[in-house]
Protein backbone atom coordinates (compact mmCIF):
# COMPACT_ATOMS: atom_id res chain seq x y z
CA UNK A 1 0.00 0.00 0.00
CA UNK A 2 1.29 3.41 -0.73
CA UNK A 3 1.90 5.38 2.47
CA UNK A 4 -0.28 8.41 1.99
CA UNK A 5 -3.19 8.26 4.13
CA UNK A 6 -5.92 9.48 1.44
CA UNK A 7 -5.23 8.44 -2.22
CA UNK A 8 -8.06 9.67 -4.78
CA UNK A 9 -7.13 8.82 -8.51
CA UNK A 10 -3.34 7.79 -9.12
CA UNK A 11 -2.97 10.04 -12.06
CA UNK A 12 1.20 9.06 -12.81
CA UNK A 13 2.19 6.35 -13.97
CA UNK A 14 5.61 5.04 -12.78
CA UNK A 15 8.14 4.96 -15.60
CA UNK A 16 10.47 2.24 -14.12
CA UNK A 17 14.18 1.30 -14.23
CA UNK A 18 16.91 -1.47 -13.28
CA UNK A 19 20.37 -1.98 -13.11
CA UNK A 20 20.89 -3.06 -16.71
CA UNK A 21 22.80 -5.88 -18.33
CA UNK A 22 25.90 -4.53 -20.36
CA UNK A 23 25.48 -7.00 -22.98
CA UNK A 24 21.99 -5.90 -23.67
CA UNK A 25 21.55 -3.34 -26.85
CA UNK A 26 17.43 -3.07 -27.09
CA UNK A 27 16.10 0.02 -25.05
CA UNK A 28 12.27 -0.83 -23.02
CA UNK A 29 10.96 1.90 -21.71
CA UNK A 30 8.20 0.65 -19.58
CA UNK A 31 5.55 1.96 -17.16
CA UNK A 32 3.09 1.03 -14.49
CA UNK A 33 -0.37 2.19 -13.50
CA UNK A 34 -2.48 0.98 -10.74
CA UNK A 35 -2.30 -1.46 -7.96
CA UNK A 36 1.53 -3.20 -6.70
CA UNK A 37 0.31 -5.97 -8.69
CA UNK A 38 0.78 -4.52 -12.04
CA UNK A 39 4.34 -2.76 -10.50
CA UNK A 40 5.51 -6.58 -9.80
CA UNK A 41 4.22 -7.76 -13.13
CA UNK A 42 6.76 -5.10 -14.45
CA UNK A 43 9.08 -6.62 -13.15
CA UNK A 44 8.16 -10.24 -14.11
CA UNK A 45 7.77 -8.36 -17.92
CA UNK A 46 10.92 -6.50 -17.73
CA UNK A 47 12.97 -10.02 -16.77
CA UNK A 48 11.39 -11.59 -19.27
CA UNK A 49 13.08 -9.17 -21.85
CA UNK A 50 16.08 -8.93 -20.44
CA UNK A 51 16.87 -12.19 -21.54
CA UNK A 52 15.53 -11.26 -25.09
CA UNK A 53 18.45 -8.41 -25.13
CA UNK A 54 16.22 -5.40 -23.58
CA UNK A 55 17.92 -2.65 -21.13
CA UNK A 56 15.21 -0.41 -19.36
CA UNK A 57 15.58 3.63 -20.09
CA UNK A 58 14.02 6.23 -18.46
CA UNK A 59 13.76 8.50 -21.81
CA UNK A 60 10.77 7.72 -23.69
CA UNK A 61 12.62 9.37 -26.79
CA UNK A 62 15.12 7.18 -26.70
CA UNK A 63 12.85 3.70 -26.80
CA UNK A 64 13.18 0.59 -29.03
CA UNK A 65 9.74 -0.73 -27.42
CA UNK A 66 7.58 1.11 -24.78
CA UNK A 67 5.30 -0.69 -22.72
CA UNK A 68 2.42 0.82 -20.60
CA UNK A 69 0.73 -1.96 -18.03
CA UNK A 70 -2.00 -0.58 -17.51
CA UNK A 71 -5.64 -0.38 -15.34
CA UNK A 72 -9.06 -0.84 -15.82
CA UNK A 73 -10.15 -0.76 -12.08
CA UNK A 74 -12.11 3.02 -12.72
CA UNK A 75 -13.00 4.47 -16.01
CA UNK A 76 -10.46 7.66 -14.69
CA UNK A 77 -7.62 5.21 -14.76
CA UNK A 78 -8.65 4.01 -18.46
CA UNK A 79 -8.75 7.85 -19.60
CA UNK A 80 -5.59 8.48 -17.99
CA UNK A 81 -3.97 5.92 -20.42
CA UNK A 82 -5.61 7.15 -22.88
CA UNK A 83 -4.20 10.13 -22.84
CA UNK A 84 -0.37 8.67 -22.17
CA UNK A 85 -0.71 6.75 -25.63
CA UNK A 86 -1.42 10.28 -26.97
CA UNK A 87 2.49 11.31 -25.52
CA UNK A 88 3.48 8.17 -27.27
CA UNK A 89 2.21 8.67 -30.82
CA UNK A 90 3.89 12.50 -30.49
CA UNK A 91 7.04 10.46 -30.12
CA UNK A 92 6.69 7.84 -32.47
CA UNK A 93 6.28 10.44 -35.11
CA UNK A 94 10.07 11.54 -34.10
CA UNK A 95 11.09 7.80 -34.05
CA UNK A 96 8.71 5.73 -35.95
CA UNK A 97 10.26 2.19 -35.63
CA UNK A 98 9.31 2.47 -32.13
CA UNK A 99 6.64 -0.30 -30.84
CA UNK A 100 3.49 0.03 -28.47
CA UNK A 101 2.50 -2.73 -25.97
CA UNK A 102 -0.83 -2.52 -23.68
CA UNK A 103 -0.62 -5.12 -20.70
CA UNK A 104 -2.67 -5.40 -18.13
CA UNK A 105 -5.73 -5.20 -17.13
CA UNK A 106 -6.97 -2.45 -19.86
CA UNK A 107 -5.71 -4.76 -22.61
CA UNK A 108 -7.60 -7.82 -21.17
CA UNK A 109 -11.03 -5.91 -21.03
CA UNK A 110 -10.21 -4.82 -24.71
CA UNK A 111 -8.69 -7.42 -26.41
CA UNK A 112 -8.31 -6.86 -30.35
CA UNK A 113 -10.55 -4.03 -29.79
CA UNK A 114 -7.79 -1.90 -28.21
CA UNK A 115 -5.54 -2.26 -32.26
CA UNK A 116 -8.38 -0.69 -33.70
CA UNK A 117 -9.47 1.78 -31.45
CA UNK A 118 -5.72 3.06 -30.79
CA UNK A 119 -4.00 3.61 -33.79
CA UNK A 120 -0.50 3.72 -31.88
CA UNK A 121 -1.08 0.02 -30.33
CA UNK A 122 1.05 -2.60 -32.16
CA UNK A 123 0.85 -5.12 -29.34
CA UNK A 124 -1.77 -6.26 -26.65
CA UNK A 125 -0.87 -8.70 -24.24
CA UNK A 126 -2.91 -9.84 -21.19
CA UNK A 127 -1.64 -9.98 -17.71
CA UNK A 128 -1.44 -14.22 -18.20
CA UNK A 129 0.56 -14.27 -20.88
CA UNK A 130 3.58 -12.39 -20.52
CA UNK A 131 5.77 -15.49 -21.32
CA UNK A 132 4.60 -14.95 -24.74
CA UNK A 133 6.34 -11.72 -25.16
CA UNK A 134 8.80 -12.72 -27.29
CA UNK A 135 7.12 -14.46 -29.67
CA UNK A 136 4.90 -11.62 -29.61
CA UNK A 137 7.28 -9.00 -31.11
CA UNK A 138 8.38 -11.72 -33.64
CA UNK A 139 4.62 -11.38 -35.07
CA UNK A 140 4.91 -7.58 -34.60
CA UNK A 141 8.44 -7.52 -36.37
CA UNK A 142 6.93 -9.74 -39.35
CA UNK A 143 4.06 -7.25 -39.79
CA UNK A 144 1.03 -9.23 -38.04
CA UNK A 145 -0.90 -8.32 -35.19
CA UNK A 146 0.19 -9.54 -31.90
CA UNK A 147 -2.41 -9.92 -29.25
CA UNK A 148 -2.57 -12.29 -26.91
CA UNK A 149 -5.41 -12.27 -23.86
CA UNK A 150 -5.88 -15.80 -23.26
CA UNK A 151 -6.26 -16.42 -19.69
CA UNK A 152 -4.61 -19.02 -17.58
CA UNK A 153 -5.49 -22.09 -14.92
CA UNK A 154 -2.32 -22.47 -13.71
CA UNK A 155 0.34 -19.43 -14.81
CA UNK A 156 1.70 -17.62 -11.67
CA UNK A 157 5.08 -16.92 -13.58
CA UNK A 158 6.50 -19.06 -9.84
CA UNK A 159 10.05 -19.56 -11.68
CA UNK A 160 10.52 -16.08 -13.19
CA UNK A 161 13.06 -14.22 -11.13
CA UNK A 162 11.41 -10.49 -10.90
CA UNK A 163 13.99 -8.03 -11.96
CA UNK A 164 13.28 -5.34 -9.39
CA UNK A 165 12.27 -2.28 -10.90
CA UNK A 166 13.19 1.28 -8.98
CA UNK A 167 13.92 -0.35 -6.24
CA UNK A 168 14.95 1.65 -2.71
CA UNK A 169 16.83 -2.33 -2.01
CA UNK A 170 15.33 -2.81 1.04
CA UNK A 171 11.61 -3.43 0.39
CA UNK A 172 10.31 -5.92 -2.24
CA UNK A 173 6.62 -7.55 -3.66
CA UNK A 174 6.40 -11.12 -4.22
CA UNK A 175 3.37 -12.47 -5.49
CA UNK A 176 1.63 -14.96 -3.53
CA UNK A 177 -1.59 -15.08 -5.61
CA UNK A 178 -3.57 -14.08 -9.10
CA UNK A 179 -6.47 -13.24 -9.76
CA UNK A 180 -9.81 -13.52 -7.58
CA UNK A 181 -12.65 -15.11 -7.54
CA UNK A 182 -15.13 -13.23 -5.32
CA UNK A 183 -17.10 -11.40 -7.70
CA UNK A 184 -17.94 -8.24 -6.36
CA UNK A 185 -20.90 -6.92 -8.61
CA UNK A 186 -18.71 -3.41 -9.05
CA UNK A 187 -15.42 -4.84 -9.85
CA UNK A 188 -13.48 -5.70 -13.13
CA UNK A 189 -10.89 -7.63 -11.75
CA UNK A 190 -12.27 -11.63 -11.75
CA UNK A 191 -12.30 -10.59 -15.29
CA UNK A 192 -9.32 -9.04 -16.00
CA UNK A 193 -7.26 -11.21 -13.88
CA UNK A 194 -8.91 -14.51 -14.31
CA UNK A 195 -9.72 -17.26 -11.46
CA UNK A 196 -8.09 -17.68 -8.32
CA UNK A 197 -4.47 -19.50 -8.16
CA UNK A 198 -1.72 -19.77 -6.05
CA UNK A 199 1.77 -20.39 -6.37
CA UNK A 200 4.05 -23.00 -4.90
CA UNK A 201 5.11 -22.13 -1.57
CA UNK A 202 8.94 -23.39 -2.49
CA UNK A 203 9.11 -21.21 -4.91
CA UNK A 204 7.39 -18.36 -3.09
CA UNK A 205 10.47 -19.16 -0.41
CA UNK A 206 13.13 -19.33 -2.87
CA UNK A 207 12.65 -15.80 -4.16
CA UNK A 208 12.30 -14.34 -0.50
CA UNK A 209 15.58 -16.06 0.02
CA UNK A 210 17.02 -14.65 -3.25
CA UNK A 211 15.84 -11.20 -2.12
CA UNK A 212 17.34 -11.67 1.84
CA UNK A 213 20.44 -12.63 0.17
CA UNK A 214 20.63 -9.39 -1.87
CA UNK A 215 20.05 -7.99 1.72
CA UNK A 216 16.32 -6.64 1.06
CA UNK A 217 14.77 -6.38 4.77
CA UNK A 218 10.90 -6.34 3.86
CA UNK A 219 8.84 -8.51 2.34
CA UNK A 220 5.30 -7.57 0.73
CA UNK A 221 2.80 -10.88 -0.28
CA UNK A 222 0.92 -10.01 -2.80
CA UNK A 223 -2.28 -11.14 -4.30
CA UNK A 224 -5.95 -10.00 -4.71
CA UNK A 225 -7.24 -11.64 -1.92
CA UNK A 226 -4.27 -12.90 0.19
CA UNK A 227 -6.30 -14.82 3.21
CA UNK A 228 -8.03 -17.04 0.45
CA UNK A 229 -4.06 -18.50 -0.61
CA UNK A 230 -4.20 -22.18 -0.46
CA UNK A 231 -1.36 -24.49 -2.23
CA UNK A 232 -2.39 -27.87 -2.71
CA UNK A 233 -0.23 -28.99 -5.96
CA UNK A 234 -1.28 -26.26 -8.32
CA UNK A 235 -4.39 -25.58 -9.84
CA UNK A 236 -7.63 -23.23 -9.08
CA UNK A 237 -8.89 -22.82 -5.60
CA UNK A 238 -12.45 -23.40 -6.99
CA UNK A 239 -10.95 -26.87 -8.10
CA UNK A 240 -9.67 -27.61 -4.59
CA UNK A 241 -12.83 -29.90 -3.55
CA UNK A 242 -12.09 -32.22 -6.97
CA UNK A 243 -8.14 -32.42 -5.74
CA UNK A 244 -7.23 -35.93 -4.09
CA UNK A 245 -7.26 -36.49 -0.78
CA UNK A 246 -3.46 -36.58 -0.31
CA UNK A 247 -3.45 -33.07 -1.83
CA UNK A 248 -6.25 -31.92 0.61
CA UNK A 249 -4.63 -32.91 3.52
CA UNK A 250 -1.19 -31.49 2.53
CA UNK A 251 -2.64 -28.24 1.14
CA UNK A 252 -0.68 -25.30 2.84
CA UNK A 253 -3.38 -21.72 3.90
CA UNK A 254 -2.30 -18.71 4.11
CA UNK A 255 -1.75 -18.51 7.52
CA UNK A 256 0.91 -21.57 7.28
CA UNK A 257 2.14 -19.95 4.77
CA UNK A 258 3.19 -16.70 6.56
CA UNK A 259 4.38 -18.61 9.80
CA UNK A 260 6.60 -20.18 7.03
CA UNK A 261 7.71 -17.35 5.96
CA UNK A 262 8.00 -16.04 9.72
CA UNK A 263 10.31 -18.53 11.09
CA UNK A 264 12.42 -19.59 7.82
CA UNK A 265 13.39 -15.64 7.60
CA UNK A 266 13.45 -14.21 10.93
CA UNK A 267 15.10 -11.52 10.38
CA UNK A 268 12.69 -9.79 7.28
CA UNK A 269 9.63 -8.08 7.79
CA UNK A 270 6.53 -9.54 6.61
CA UNK A 271 3.47 -7.49 4.94
CA UNK A 272 0.52 -8.74 3.16
CA UNK A 273 -2.32 -6.98 0.96
CA UNK A 274 -5.00 -7.27 0.09
CA UNK A 275 -7.07 -9.26 2.73
CA UNK A 276 -11.03 -9.85 1.85
CA UNK A 277 -12.62 -9.95 5.42
CA UNK A 278 -15.03 -12.41 4.50
CA UNK A 279 -11.42 -15.11 3.97
CA UNK A 280 -9.90 -13.40 7.04
CA UNK A 281 -9.80 -16.31 9.66
CA UNK A 282 -8.86 -16.35 13.65
CA UNK A 283 -5.27 -18.59 11.86
CA UNK A 284 -3.77 -15.59 10.35
CA UNK A 285 -4.50 -13.42 13.29
CA UNK A 286 -3.17 -15.78 15.40
CA UNK A 287 0.34 -16.67 13.14
CA UNK A 288 0.52 -12.63 13.76
CA UNK A 289 0.11 -12.52 17.06
CA UNK A 290 2.87 -14.91 17.21
CA UNK A 291 5.40 -13.83 15.10
CA UNK A 292 7.08 -10.03 16.03
CA UNK A 293 8.63 -9.77 12.97
CA UNK A 294 4.58 -9.92 10.92
CA UNK A 295 4.10 -5.96 10.48
CA UNK A 296 1.03 -5.13 12.82
CA UNK A 297 -1.07 -3.93 9.98
CA UNK A 298 -3.64 -5.20 8.54
CA UNK A 299 -5.35 -3.59 4.85
CA UNK A 300 -8.90 -4.44 4.99
CA UNK A 301 -11.53 -3.43 2.42
CA UNK A 302 -14.71 -3.00 3.38
CA UNK A 303 -16.33 -0.63 0.64
CA UNK A 304 -19.46 0.49 2.63
CA UNK A 305 -21.21 0.31 6.13
CA UNK A 306 -24.27 -0.92 5.12
CA UNK A 307 -25.35 -4.21 5.03
CA UNK A 308 -27.75 -3.74 2.52
CA UNK A 309 -25.02 -2.46 0.63
CA UNK A 310 -22.30 -4.91 0.93
CA UNK A 311 -25.28 -7.27 -0.14
CA UNK A 312 -25.62 -5.49 -3.18
CA UNK A 313 -21.88 -5.68 -3.98
CA UNK A 314 -21.92 -9.09 -3.21
CA UNK A 315 -18.92 -8.61 -0.40
CA UNK A 316 -19.76 -12.33 1.36
CA UNK A 317 -20.51 -10.46 5.08
CA UNK A 318 -22.80 -7.92 7.17
CA UNK A 319 -21.66 -4.85 8.66
CA UNK A 320 -22.31 -6.39 11.77
CA UNK A 321 -19.97 -9.29 10.71
CA UNK A 322 -17.27 -7.14 9.92
CA UNK A 323 -17.79 -5.34 13.40
CA UNK A 324 -16.73 -8.52 15.17
CA UNK A 325 -14.08 -9.24 12.82
CA UNK A 326 -12.27 -6.43 13.94
CA UNK A 327 -13.32 -6.74 17.43
CA UNK A 328 -11.19 -10.19 17.06
CA UNK A 329 -8.37 -8.41 15.17
CA UNK A 330 -8.21 -5.32 17.78
CA UNK A 331 -8.07 -8.42 21.12
CA UNK A 332 -5.85 -10.39 19.34
CA UNK A 333 -3.40 -8.06 17.91
CA UNK A 334 -3.96 -5.15 20.14
CA UNK A 335 -1.41 -2.67 18.63
CA UNK A 336 -2.56 -3.50 15.24
CA UNK A 337 -3.28 -0.84 12.65
CA UNK A 338 -5.50 -0.90 9.84
CA UNK A 339 -7.01 0.51 6.57
CA UNK A 340 -9.98 0.62 4.59
CA UNK A 341 -11.07 1.21 1.05
CA UNK A 342 -14.50 2.39 0.52
CA UNK A 343 -16.65 2.87 -2.41
CA UNK A 344 -19.12 6.17 -1.67
CA UNK A 345 -22.36 6.63 -4.13
CA UNK A 346 -22.76 2.29 -5.19
CA UNK A 347 -26.10 2.08 -7.15
CA UNK A 348 -29.03 2.20 -4.48
CA UNK A 349 -26.89 3.93 -1.90
CA UNK A 350 -29.40 6.16 0.39
CA UNK A 351 -28.22 9.13 2.82
CA UNK A 352 -28.75 6.17 5.24
CA UNK A 353 -26.26 3.78 4.26
CA UNK A 354 -23.68 6.50 3.49
CA UNK A 355 -24.17 7.68 7.49
CA UNK A 356 -23.95 4.01 8.11
CA UNK A 357 -20.35 4.07 6.37
CA UNK A 358 -19.87 6.87 8.35
CA UNK A 359 -20.80 5.30 11.46
CA UNK A 360 -18.93 1.90 11.06
CA UNK A 361 -15.18 4.22 10.10
CA UNK A 362 -16.01 5.65 13.63
CA UNK A 363 -16.36 2.60 15.75
CA UNK A 364 -12.95 1.34 13.85
CA UNK A 365 -11.12 4.46 13.35
CA UNK A 366 -8.86 3.02 10.50
CA UNK A 367 -5.40 4.73 10.55
CA UNK A 368 -5.53 4.96 6.67
CA UNK A 369 -7.99 5.31 3.90
CA UNK A 370 -8.12 4.22 0.25
CA UNK A 371 -11.33 6.14 -0.66
CA UNK A 372 -13.32 6.24 -4.46
CA UNK A 373 -16.61 6.89 -5.56
CA UNK A 374 -18.37 4.63 -7.53
CA UNK A 375 -17.32 3.96 -11.48
CA UNK A 376 -19.10 1.54 -13.50
CA UNK A 377 -17.36 -0.88 -14.92
CA UNK A 378 -18.55 -2.23 -18.55
CA UNK A 379 -19.18 -6.39 -18.24
CA UNK A 380 -19.70 -5.88 -14.86
CA UNK A 381 -22.46 -7.68 -12.67
CA UNK A 382 -23.22 -4.06 -11.09
CA UNK A 383 -23.20 -2.70 -14.96
CA UNK A 384 -25.93 -5.33 -16.41
CA UNK A 385 -28.37 -5.37 -13.46
CA UNK A 386 -28.18 -2.25 -11.24
CA UNK A 387 -28.65 1.13 -12.35
CA UNK A 388 -25.86 3.75 -11.42
CA UNK A 389 -28.51 6.03 -10.11
CA UNK A 390 -26.26 8.26 -7.61
CA UNK A 391 -26.01 11.46 -8.91
CA UNK A 392 -22.34 12.40 -9.42
CA UNK A 393 -21.99 15.43 -7.01
CA UNK A 394 -23.94 13.08 -4.50
CA UNK A 395 -21.08 10.76 -5.07
CA UNK A 396 -18.44 13.33 -4.91
CA UNK A 397 -20.27 14.89 -1.79
CA UNK A 398 -20.20 11.68 0.05
CA UNK A 399 -16.56 10.93 -0.94
CA UNK A 400 -15.67 14.44 0.55
CA UNK A 401 -17.50 13.78 4.02
CA UNK A 402 -15.40 9.86 4.33
CA UNK A 403 -11.96 11.53 3.02
CA UNK A 404 -12.62 14.41 5.80
CA UNK A 405 -13.64 11.73 8.77
CA UNK A 406 -10.70 9.63 7.53
CA UNK A 407 -8.03 12.97 7.86
CA UNK A 408 -9.69 13.48 11.39
CA UNK A 409 -9.13 9.53 12.04
CA UNK A 410 -5.83 9.16 10.84
CA UNK A 411 -4.69 12.21 13.07
CA UNK A 412 -6.12 10.69 16.12
CA UNK A 413 -4.11 7.39 15.14
CA UNK A 414 -0.93 9.22 14.74
CA UNK A 415 -1.08 11.10 17.50
CA UNK A 416 -1.30 8.64 19.58
CA UNK A 417 2.16 7.68 18.75
CA UNK A 418 3.79 10.48 20.20
CA UNK A 419 6.37 9.93 23.29
CA UNK A 420 6.62 6.45 22.01
CA UNK A 421 9.87 4.77 21.00
CA UNK A 422 9.40 2.53 18.23
CA UNK A 423 11.19 -0.09 15.03
CA UNK A 424 11.82 1.78 12.00
CA UNK A 425 13.22 0.18 8.88
CA UNK A 426 14.97 2.72 7.13
CA UNK A 427 13.65 3.08 3.52
CA UNK A 428 15.45 6.25 1.67
CA UNK A 429 15.76 9.97 1.74
CA UNK A 430 12.91 12.04 3.26
CA UNK A 431 11.17 13.58 0.01
CA UNK A 432 11.09 17.13 1.85
CA UNK A 433 14.62 17.15 3.64
CA UNK A 434 17.92 15.66 2.64
CA UNK A 435 19.39 16.02 5.95
CA UNK A 436 16.49 13.48 7.10
CA UNK A 437 15.50 10.09 6.69
CA UNK A 438 12.15 8.12 6.12
CA UNK A 439 10.89 4.70 7.31
CA UNK A 440 7.90 3.01 8.32
CA UNK A 441 7.13 1.73 11.59
CA UNK A 442 5.32 -2.10 11.77
CA UNK A 443 1.90 -0.29 11.97
CA UNK A 444 2.54 1.34 7.99
CA UNK A 445 3.11 4.80 9.26
CA UNK A 446 5.84 6.94 7.76
CA UNK A 447 8.33 8.09 10.14
CA UNK A 448 11.02 10.90 9.26
CA UNK A 449 14.02 11.62 11.35
CA UNK A 450 17.56 13.45 11.11
CA UNK A 451 19.77 10.80 9.61
CA UNK A 452 22.94 10.87 12.33
CA UNK A 453 25.40 8.00 11.02
CA UNK A 454 22.79 5.47 10.15
CA UNK A 455 21.84 4.38 6.39
CA UNK A 456 19.29 2.66 4.42
CA UNK A 457 18.16 -0.74 5.13
CA UNK A 458 19.20 -0.35 8.92
CA UNK A 459 16.45 -1.80 11.69
CA UNK A 460 16.19 1.66 14.36
CA UNK A 461 14.29 2.43 17.45
CA UNK A 462 12.71 6.27 16.85
CA UNK A 463 11.12 8.11 19.57
CA UNK A 464 8.02 10.00 17.96
CA UNK A 465 8.07 13.72 19.14
CA UNK A 466 5.44 14.77 16.58
CA UNK A 467 3.47 14.10 13.70
CA UNK A 468 0.99 15.10 11.12
CA UNK A 469 -2.18 13.50 10.11
CA UNK A 470 0.12 11.34 7.86
CA UNK A 471 3.28 11.69 9.29
CA UNK A 472 5.21 10.69 12.24
CA UNK A 473 8.50 12.94 12.95
CA UNK A 474 10.97 11.63 15.72
CA UNK A 475 14.60 10.99 16.96
CA UNK A 476 16.73 8.17 16.40
CA UNK A 477 17.83 6.51 19.51
CA UNK A 478 19.74 3.77 18.36
CA UNK A 479 19.84 0.42 16.62
CA UNK A 480 16.30 -1.93 17.45
CA UNK A 481 17.76 -5.13 18.58
CA UNK A 482 16.44 -6.92 14.56
CA UNK A 483 19.54 -5.00 13.35
N1 LIG B 1 -8.64 -7.13 -3.67
C1 LIG B 1 -8.08 -6.08 -4.45
C2 LIG B 1 -9.03 -5.00 -4.71
C3 LIG B 1 -8.70 -4.39 -6.01
S1 LIG B 1 -9.53 -3.00 -6.38
C4 LIG B 1 -6.75 -5.60 -3.93
O1 LIG B 1 -5.80 -6.31 -4.05
O2 LIG B 1 -6.62 -4.48 -3.43
C5 LIG B 1 -9.02 -1.84 -5.16
C6 LIG B 1 -10.15 -1.01 -4.68
O3 LIG B 1 -10.69 -0.25 -5.74
C7 LIG B 1 -11.35 -1.80 -4.16
O4 LIG B 1 -11.17 -2.27 -2.85
C8 LIG B 1 -12.47 -0.81 -4.27
O5 LIG B 1 -12.56 0.02 -3.12
C9 LIG B 1 -12.04 0.05 -5.46
N2 LIG B 1 -12.87 -0.25 -6.63
C10 LIG B 1 -12.95 -1.41 -7.31
N3 LIG B 1 -13.85 -1.30 -8.32
C11 LIG B 1 -14.33 -0.05 -8.27
C12 LIG B 1 -15.30 0.67 -9.03
N4 LIG B 1 -15.95 0.08 -10.03
N5 LIG B 1 -15.55 1.95 -8.71
C13 LIG B 1 -14.89 2.55 -7.69
N6 LIG B 1 -13.98 1.93 -6.94
C14 LIG B 1 -13.71 0.64 -7.20
FE1 LIG C 1 -12.39 -7.08 -6.83
FE2 LIG C 1 -13.78 -8.00 -4.79
FE3 LIG C 1 -11.82 -9.46 -5.85
S1 LIG C 1 -12.97 -5.91 -5.00
S2 LIG C 1 -10.38 -7.98 -6.65
S3 LIG C 1 -13.71 -8.91 -6.85
S4 LIG C 1 -12.29 -9.23 -3.66
Sequence with gaps: MASENVIEEKKQGQA???????????KLFIESYGCQMNLNDSEIVASILSKQGFNTTLNLEDAD????????????AEQTIRKRLQKYNAVKKINPKMKVGVLGCMAERLKEKFLEEEKIVDLVVGPDAYRDLPNLLEEIDAGRDAVNVILSKDETYGDVSPVRL????VSAFVSITRGCDNMCTFCVVPYTRGRERSREPKSIIKEIQDLVDENYKEITLLGQNVDSYLWYGGGLKKDFKKASEIAQATAVDFAQLLELCATTFPKTRFRFSTSNPQDMDLSVLNAMANHKNICRYIHLPVQSGSTKILKAMNRQHTREEYMELIDNIVEIIPDIALSQDMITGFCGETEKDHQDTLSLMEYVKYDFGFMFAYSE???TPAAKKTPDDVPIDVKKRRLTEIIQLQQKHS?????????????????GISKKSELHFKGRNSQNT?????????????????????CTSATLIGTAVGYSENN
Design 377 to 379: RPG
Design 446 to 466: VVVFLKEDYKVGDFINVKVDN
Design 166 to 169: NSNG
Design 411 to 427: FYRTKAFIGKTMEVLIE
Design 16 to 26: LITDNKSENKK
Design 65 to 76: LVLVNTCSIREK
